[in-house]
């Protein structure tokens, strides 16, 4: 796994907050890193990190 990988996952490990980020911030953290929500969403379901509050569906 390349740095910057290690990044994107540290940043949405440091994100989540009891094993659960909510929608409104993981759509702010993908905007942060320049990224489509859904891999965002990707890297939340890889390390076992619920998404909650979803109103967009960005990550159902």
Partial sequence: MNKNADDFKNAVLKAAIDGKLSCPKARQLAEELGVPAKEVRQVADDL?????????????
Avoid: N, P
Wanted: hydrophobic share 40%; with cysteine; proline share 0%.
């Fill in 48 to 60: 076992k990190i619920k998404i909650f509050g979803c109103e967009l569906g960005c990550f159902e």
